[in-house]
Protein backbone atom coordinates (compact mmCIF):
# COMPACT_ATOMS: atom_id res chain seq x y z
CA UNK A 1 0.00 0.00 0.00
CA UNK A 2 1.47 3.47 -0.89
CA UNK A 3 1.75 5.46 1.69
CA UNK A 4 -1.45 8.24 1.68
CA UNK A 5 -0.34 11.95 1.21
CA UNK A 6 -3.32 13.06 3.45
CA UNK A 7 -4.39 12.50 6.71
CA UNK A 8 -5.26 9.01 7.25
CA UNK A 9 -6.72 6.63 9.88
CA UNK A 10 -4.83 2.95 9.41
CA UNK A 11 -6.61 -0.18 10.95
CA UNK A 12 -5.71 -3.58 11.20
CA UNK A 13 -5.42 -7.17 13.31
CA UNK A 14 -2.66 -7.18 15.36
CA UNK A 15 0.16 -8.35 13.93
CA UNK A 16 -0.36 -7.30 10.25
CA UNK A 17 2.66 -5.02 10.04
CA UNK A 18 0.74 -1.45 10.57
CA UNK A 19 4.06 -0.56 12.96
CA UNK A 20 6.50 -1.40 10.65
CA UNK A 21 4.37 0.41 7.63
CA UNK A 22 4.35 3.13 9.40
CA UNK A 23 8.09 3.45 10.59
CA UNK A 24 9.67 2.38 7.18
CA UNK A 25 7.61 5.07 5.32
CA UNK A 26 6.85 7.51 7.93
CA UNK A 27 8.89 10.17 9.47
CA UNK A 28 6.92 12.41 11.86
CA UNK A 29 7.47 15.69 13.63
CA UNK A 30 5.53 13.92 16.49
CA UNK A 31 5.08 10.10 17.42
CA UNK A 32 2.21 9.50 20.42
CA UNK A 33 2.44 5.78 21.64
CA UNK A 34 -1.09 5.52 23.34
CA UNK A 35 -0.07 1.71 24.36
CA UNK A 36 2.48 3.39 26.42
CA UNK A 37 0.17 3.81 29.92
CA UNK A 38 2.31 6.96 30.57
CA UNK A 39 1.10 8.54 27.53
CA UNK A 40 -2.60 7.81 28.08
CA UNK A 41 -2.79 8.85 31.44
CA UNK A 42 -0.82 12.51 30.61
CA UNK A 43 -3.43 12.72 27.46
CA UNK A 44 -6.32 11.32 29.04
CA UNK A 45 -5.95 13.95 32.84
CA UNK A 46 -5.01 16.75 30.02
CA UNK A 47 -6.30 16.52 26.64
CA UNK A 48 -5.14 19.80 25.88
CA UNK A 49 -1.85 18.78 25.94
CA UNK A 50 -1.98 17.43 22.73
CA UNK A 51 -3.20 21.02 21.12
CA UNK A 52 0.15 22.61 22.95
CA UNK A 53 2.21 20.48 21.49
CA UNK A 54 0.95 20.14 18.22
CA UNK A 55 0.99 24.02 18.04
CA UNK A 56 4.72 23.81 18.49
CA UNK A 57 5.33 21.95 15.28
CA UNK A 58 5.49 23.88 11.81
CA UNK A 59 2.80 23.83 9.49
CA UNK A 60 2.24 20.61 7.53
CA UNK A 61 3.99 18.69 9.64
CA UNK A 62 3.51 14.57 9.75
CA UNK A 63 1.83 13.28 13.30
CA UNK A 64 1.44 9.45 13.89
CA UNK A 65 -0.82 8.93 16.69
CA UNK A 66 -0.86 4.91 17.31
CA UNK A 67 -3.81 3.14 19.04
CA UNK A 68 -6.05 5.99 18.44
CA UNK A 69 -8.95 4.11 19.83
CA UNK A 70 -7.96 3.84 23.22
CA UNK A 71 -8.69 8.00 23.68
CA UNK A 72 -11.04 9.02 20.81
CA UNK A 73 -11.45 12.54 22.63
CA UNK A 74 -8.27 13.39 21.06
CA UNK A 75 -9.83 13.32 17.48
CA UNK A 76 -11.10 16.91 18.54
CA UNK A 77 -7.72 18.31 18.52
CA UNK A 78 -6.36 16.64 15.45
CA UNK A 79 -9.76 17.98 13.50
CA UNK A 80 -8.65 21.80 14.41
CA UNK A 81 -4.94 21.11 13.80
CA UNK A 82 -5.92 19.71 10.42
CA UNK A 83 -8.13 22.85 10.28
CA UNK A 84 -6.15 25.62 10.98
CA UNK A 85 -2.28 24.13 10.89
CA UNK A 86 -2.41 22.04 7.79
CA UNK A 87 -0.86 19.08 9.83
CA UNK A 88 -1.10 15.58 8.45
CA UNK A 89 -2.18 12.70 10.72
CA UNK A 90 -1.72 8.86 10.60
CA UNK A 91 -3.71 7.46 13.08
CA UNK A 92 -3.25 3.86 13.82
CA UNK A 93 -5.37 1.14 15.97
CA UNK A 94 -6.96 -2.38 15.47
CA UNK A 95 -10.00 -1.29 15.88
CA UNK A 96 -12.75 1.33 15.06
CA UNK A 97 -15.05 0.27 17.41
CA UNK A 98 -14.72 2.54 20.05
CA UNK A 99 -14.48 5.24 18.26
CA UNK A 100 -17.98 4.49 16.33
CA UNK A 101 -19.34 3.80 19.81
CA UNK A 102 -18.32 7.43 21.02
CA UNK A 103 -19.71 9.02 18.33
CA UNK A 104 -16.74 10.23 16.45
CA UNK A 105 -17.16 11.08 13.15
CA UNK A 106 -13.89 9.89 11.67
CA UNK A 107 -13.03 13.70 11.14
CA UNK A 108 -15.69 14.06 8.85
CA UNK A 109 -14.12 12.77 5.45
CA UNK A 110 -11.06 14.69 6.56
CA UNK A 111 -8.77 11.19 6.76
CA UNK A 112 -8.92 8.33 4.50
CA UNK A 113 -9.61 5.25 6.18
CA UNK A 114 -7.15 1.97 5.09
CA UNK A 115 -7.36 -1.19 6.44
CA UNK A 116 -4.57 -3.82 7.15
CA UNK A 117 -4.62 -7.69 6.04
CA UNK A 118 -2.16 -10.30 6.17
CA UNK A 119 0.59 -10.37 3.56
CA UNK A 120 -0.75 -10.93 -0.24
CA UNK A 121 1.06 -13.63 -2.01
CA UNK A 122 2.90 -10.73 -4.06
CA UNK A 123 4.05 -9.13 -1.15
CA UNK A 124 5.63 -12.74 -0.32
CA UNK A 125 7.01 -13.51 -3.71
CA UNK A 126 8.89 -16.59 -3.87
CA UNK A 127 8.41 -17.40 -0.40
CA UNK A 128 4.26 -17.98 -1.04
CA UNK A 129 3.27 -21.77 -0.66
CA UNK A 130 -0.36 -22.15 -0.89
CA UNK A 131 -0.44 -24.94 1.13
CA UNK A 132 1.32 -23.29 3.70
CA UNK A 133 -0.93 -20.16 3.96
CA UNK A 134 -4.08 -22.48 4.22
CA UNK A 135 -2.79 -23.97 7.67
CA UNK A 136 -0.27 -21.34 8.79
CA UNK A 137 -2.03 -17.90 7.15
CA UNK A 138 0.02 -15.15 6.25
CA UNK A 139 0.09 -12.89 9.43
CA UNK A 140 3.54 -11.10 9.30
CA UNK A 141 3.79 -12.04 13.01
CA UNK A 142 3.50 -15.58 12.03
CA UNK A 143 5.64 -15.62 8.84
CA UNK A 144 8.98 -13.58 10.62
CA UNK A 145 8.65 -16.62 13.47
CA UNK A 146 10.54 -19.65 13.69
CA UNK A 147 8.08 -21.19 15.92
CA UNK A 148 4.75 -20.23 14.36
CA UNK A 149 2.41 -22.45 16.72
CA UNK A 150 2.97 -21.24 19.57
CA UNK A 151 2.94 -17.49 17.83
CA UNK A 152 -0.58 -18.01 16.62
CA UNK A 153 -1.35 -19.40 20.16
CA UNK A 154 0.34 -16.61 22.27
CA UNK A 155 -2.19 -14.40 19.45
CA UNK A 156 -5.32 -15.94 20.15
CA UNK A 157 -4.67 -15.65 24.02
CA UNK A 158 -3.38 -12.24 23.77
CA UNK A 159 -6.39 -11.09 21.85
CA UNK A 160 -8.49 -12.11 24.66
CA UNK A 161 -6.23 -10.22 27.06
CA UNK A 162 -5.99 -7.23 25.21
CA UNK A 163 -8.33 -6.21 22.71
CA UNK A 164 -11.61 -7.78 24.68
CA UNK A 165 -10.35 -7.58 28.39
CA UNK A 166 -8.65 -4.76 28.76
CA UNK A 167 -11.19 -2.94 26.57
CA UNK A 168 -13.81 -4.05 28.06
CA UNK A 169 -15.99 -5.88 25.17
CA UNK A 170 -17.74 -8.01 26.85
CA UNK A 171 -18.31 -8.71 30.04
CA UNK A 172 -18.69 -12.83 30.50
CA UNK A 173 -14.93 -13.57 29.04
CA UNK A 174 -15.64 -17.46 29.54
CA UNK A 175 -18.59 -17.31 27.32
CA UNK A 176 -16.87 -15.54 24.71
CA UNK A 177 -14.16 -17.47 24.66
CA UNK A 178 -16.74 -20.52 24.09
CA UNK A 179 -18.18 -18.45 21.57
CA UNK A 180 -14.62 -18.39 19.53
CA UNK A 181 -14.33 -21.80 19.49
CA UNK A 182 -17.62 -22.67 17.97
CA UNK A 183 -17.27 -19.67 15.71
CA UNK A 184 -13.83 -21.48 14.66
CA UNK A 185 -16.43 -24.23 13.68
CA UNK A 186 -17.81 -21.44 11.38
CA UNK A 187 -15.09 -20.30 8.56
CA UNK A 188 -16.60 -19.59 5.26
CA UNK A 189 -20.04 -21.14 6.49
CA UNK A 190 -23.49 -19.75 6.37
CA UNK A 191 -24.65 -18.32 10.09
CA UNK A 192 -27.58 -19.38 11.71
CA UNK A 193 -27.11 -16.71 15.43
CA UNK A 194 -30.02 -19.12 16.83
CA UNK A 195 -28.21 -22.30 16.84
CA UNK A 196 -24.70 -20.75 17.57
CA UNK A 197 -26.48 -19.23 20.71
CA UNK A 198 -27.45 -22.58 21.41
CA UNK A 199 -23.95 -24.08 21.09
CA UNK A 200 -22.46 -21.28 23.40
CA UNK A 201 -25.02 -21.16 25.96
CA UNK A 202 -26.25 -17.61 25.79
CA UNK A 203 -29.26 -15.37 24.29
CA UNK A 204 -28.87 -14.67 20.30
CA UNK A 205 -28.49 -11.05 21.15
CA UNK A 206 -25.37 -11.35 23.27
CA UNK A 207 -23.87 -13.58 19.81
CA UNK A 208 -24.87 -10.89 17.80
CA UNK A 209 -23.05 -8.23 20.09
CA UNK A 210 -19.66 -10.93 19.84
CA UNK A 211 -19.92 -11.30 16.14
CA UNK A 212 -19.69 -7.23 15.80
CA UNK A 213 -16.40 -7.05 17.94
CA UNK A 214 -14.98 -9.78 15.75
CA UNK A 215 -15.54 -7.36 12.61
CA UNK A 216 -15.11 -3.83 14.58
CA UNK A 217 -12.09 -6.02 15.69
CA UNK A 218 -11.23 -7.33 12.04
CA UNK A 219 -10.63 -10.43 12.70
CA UNK A 220 -13.33 -12.18 10.55
CA UNK A 221 -16.19 -10.55 8.22
CA UNK A 222 -19.34 -11.22 7.73
CA UNK A 223 -20.33 -11.20 3.79
CA UNK A 224 -24.00 -10.61 3.36
CA UNK A 225 -26.19 -11.78 0.80
CA UNK A 226 -26.64 -9.49 -2.49
CA UNK A 227 -29.81 -7.90 -2.45
CA UNK A 228 -30.51 -7.42 -6.38
CA UNK A 229 -33.26 -10.33 -6.85
CA UNK A 230 -32.30 -13.07 -9.57
CA UNK A 231 -33.94 -15.70 -8.33
CA UNK A 232 -37.00 -16.64 -6.03
CA UNK A 233 -35.73 -18.43 -2.33
CA UNK A 234 -32.59 -16.67 -2.09
CA UNK A 235 -30.55 -16.96 1.32
CA UNK A 236 -30.69 -14.04 3.80
CA UNK A 237 -27.81 -15.03 6.31
CA UNK A 238 -24.69 -13.90 5.63
CA UNK A 239 -21.44 -16.47 5.41
CA UNK A 240 -18.65 -15.83 7.94
CA UNK A 241 -14.74 -15.96 7.73
CA UNK A 242 -11.93 -15.25 9.91
CA UNK A 243 -9.38 -13.08 8.44
CA UNK A 244 -6.63 -15.26 8.72
CA UNK A 245 -6.37 -19.32 8.47
CA UNK A 246 -3.74 -19.73 11.28
CA UNK A 247 -6.24 -17.87 13.85
CA UNK A 248 -8.82 -20.63 12.76
CA UNK A 249 -6.42 -23.76 13.53
CA UNK A 250 -4.85 -22.30 16.49
CA UNK A 251 -8.34 -21.63 17.83
CA UNK A 252 -9.32 -25.36 16.88
CA UNK A 253 -5.83 -26.49 18.38
CA UNK A 254 -5.78 -28.49 14.61
CA UNK A 255 -2.70 -28.44 12.86
CA UNK A 256 -3.09 -31.18 11.02
CA UNK A 257 -3.30 -31.73 7.18
CA UNK A 258 -6.53 -29.98 5.72
CA UNK A 259 -9.72 -32.12 5.51
CA UNK A 260 -11.10 -32.18 2.51
CA UNK A 261 -14.52 -30.77 3.47
CA UNK A 262 -12.71 -27.74 4.69
CA UNK A 263 -10.38 -27.19 2.26
CA UNK A 264 -12.79 -25.23 -0.04
CA UNK A 265 -13.41 -23.20 2.89
CA UNK A 266 -10.33 -22.26 3.86
CA UNK A 267 -9.39 -21.40 -0.02
CA UNK A 268 -12.49 -19.34 0.16
CA UNK A 269 -11.26 -17.67 3.25
CA UNK A 270 -8.08 -16.72 1.52
CA UNK A 271 -9.61 -15.61 -1.89
CA UNK A 272 -11.76 -13.12 -0.19
CA UNK A 273 -8.61 -12.17 1.82
CA UNK A 274 -6.90 -10.81 -1.05
CA UNK A 275 -10.12 -9.45 -2.49
CA UNK A 276 -10.42 -7.06 0.63
CA UNK A 277 -6.72 -6.20 0.60
CA UNK A 278 -6.82 -5.10 -2.43
CA UNK A 279 -10.10 -3.37 -1.95
CA UNK A 280 -8.61 -1.24 0.85
CA UNK A 281 -5.21 -0.89 -0.84
CA UNK A 282 -5.77 0.06 -3.91
CA UNK A 283 -9.53 0.25 -3.99
CA UNK A 284 -10.15 -2.18 -6.62
CA UNK A 285 -14.19 -2.21 -6.33
CA UNK A 286 -16.61 -0.67 -4.26
CA UNK A 287 -18.57 -3.69 -2.85
CA UNK A 288 -18.61 -7.40 -1.83
CA UNK A 289 -21.15 -10.12 -1.03
CA UNK A 290 -22.10 -13.52 -1.92
CA UNK A 291 -25.38 -15.02 -3.46
CA UNK A 292 -27.08 -17.64 -3.51
CA UNK A 293 -30.91 -19.45 -4.31
CA UNK A 294 -32.07 -22.51 -3.02
CA UNK A 295 -29.73 -24.66 -3.95
CA UNK A 296 -26.27 -23.00 -5.63
CA UNK A 297 -24.11 -20.08 -4.78
CA UNK A 298 -21.12 -17.86 -5.83
CA UNK A 299 -19.07 -17.30 -3.42
CA UNK A 300 -18.40 -13.61 -4.25
CA UNK A 301 -20.24 -10.96 -6.14
CA UNK A 302 -18.56 -7.77 -6.60
CA UNK A 303 -19.47 -4.38 -7.36
CA UNK A 304 -17.54 -2.07 -9.57
CA UNK A 305 -18.45 1.14 -11.41
CA UNK A 306 -22.21 -0.03 -11.23
CA UNK A 307 -21.26 -3.50 -12.75
CA UNK A 308 -21.27 -7.20 -11.41
CA UNK A 309 -18.55 -9.63 -11.17
CA UNK A 310 -19.25 -13.17 -10.22
CA UNK A 311 -16.29 -15.16 -8.34
CA UNK A 312 -16.17 -18.84 -7.57
CA UNK A 313 -13.59 -20.30 -5.82
CA UNK A 314 -13.10 -24.13 -6.22
CA UNK A 315 -10.12 -26.09 -4.44
CA UNK A 316 -10.35 -28.93 -6.59
CA UNK A 317 -6.97 -28.88 -8.88
CA UNK A 318 -8.72 -30.07 -11.53
CA UNK A 319 -11.50 -27.76 -13.29
CA UNK A 320 -14.97 -29.43 -13.82
CA UNK A 321 -18.23 -28.54 -15.45
CA UNK A 322 -20.43 -29.65 -13.21
CA UNK A 323 -18.74 -27.30 -10.38
CA UNK A 324 -20.51 -24.40 -11.95
CA UNK A 325 -23.79 -24.28 -11.02
CA UNK A 326 -24.04 -21.15 -9.20
CA UNK A 327 -21.98 -19.47 -11.86
CA UNK A 328 -24.67 -20.36 -14.27
CA UNK A 329 -27.35 -19.75 -12.54
CA UNK A 330 -26.36 -16.01 -11.84
CA UNK A 331 -26.31 -15.53 -15.55
CA UNK A 332 -29.66 -13.22 -15.51
CA UNK A 333 -28.10 -10.76 -13.56
CA UNK A 334 -28.63 -7.31 -14.78
CA UNK A 335 -25.53 -5.52 -15.64
CA UNK A 336 -23.69 -8.73 -14.92
CA UNK A 337 -20.12 -8.06 -16.65
CA UNK A 338 -18.14 -11.14 -15.60
CA UNK A 339 -17.89 -14.79 -14.40
CA UNK A 340 -14.61 -15.98 -12.61
CA UNK A 341 -13.91 -19.37 -11.19
CA UNK A 342 -10.72 -19.94 -9.18
CA UNK A 343 -8.58 -22.94 -8.92
CA UNK A 344 -4.91 -23.08 -6.89
CA UNK A 345 -3.25 -23.80 -9.79
CA UNK A 346 -4.32 -24.25 -13.46
CA UNK A 347 -3.74 -22.86 -16.91
CA UNK A 348 -6.03 -20.37 -18.08
CA UNK A 349 -9.41 -21.12 -20.22
CA UNK A 350 -12.93 -19.83 -20.55
CA UNK A 351 -16.13 -22.18 -21.09
CA UNK A 352 -18.22 -22.43 -24.09
CA UNK A 353 -20.50 -20.11 -22.26
CA UNK A 354 -17.97 -17.45 -21.59
CA UNK A 355 -16.65 -18.38 -17.74
CA UNK A 356 -13.27 -17.98 -17.59
CA UNK A 357 -11.09 -19.94 -15.28
CA UNK A 358 -7.88 -18.99 -13.30
CA UNK A 359 -5.40 -19.90 -11.23
CA UNK A 360 -4.98 -18.41 -8.09
CA UNK A 361 -1.65 -16.70 -8.67
CA UNK A 362 -3.05 -15.60 -12.22
CA UNK A 363 -6.05 -14.38 -10.12
CA UNK A 364 -4.26 -12.35 -7.93
CA UNK A 365 -1.89 -10.43 -10.92
CA UNK A 366 -4.78 -9.55 -12.82
CA UNK A 367 -6.67 -8.28 -9.86
CA UNK A 368 -3.64 -6.69 -8.22
CA UNK A 369 -3.11 -4.92 -11.61
CA UNK A 370 -6.82 -4.31 -12.39
CA UNK A 371 -6.57 -6.37 -15.41
CA UNK A 372 -9.35 -8.66 -13.65
CA UNK A 373 -12.09 -6.23 -14.84
CA UNK A 374 -11.25 -6.03 -18.33
CA UNK A 375 -13.74 -7.79 -21.06
CA UNK A 376 -10.99 -9.98 -21.73
Known amino acids: MPLPESSFFLFGARGTGKTTFLEEHLRPAL ?29 RSWVWIDEIQRLPPLLNEVHWAIEKKKLKFALSGSSARKLRRAG ?7 ALSRTFFPFLPSELGRDFKLEEALIWGTLPLVMSSPH ?21 LVK ?6 RFLKVAALLHGKELSLSAVA ?9 V ?10 LLATLLRPLDASVRVKERTHPKFYWFDAGIVHALREDWGALHPADRGHFF ?3 VLMVLRACQSYIGAFDEIHYWASADVEVDFVIKKDGEYFAIEAKSSERHRPGELGGLRAIADLPRLRKRIVVHPDIK ?3 TEDGILVLGFAEFCRRLESGQLWSRN
Open 208 to 217: ENYFSILEDT
Open 348 to 350: TQK
Open 268 to 270: EGL
Open 31 to 59: LIELLSQENYLNYATDPALLRRELLALPD
Open 148 to 168: RKETLKAYVHSYLREEVQAEA
Open 198 to 206: RDVGVKRPT
Open 172 to 177: DLPSFA
Open 104 to 110: VNLLAGR
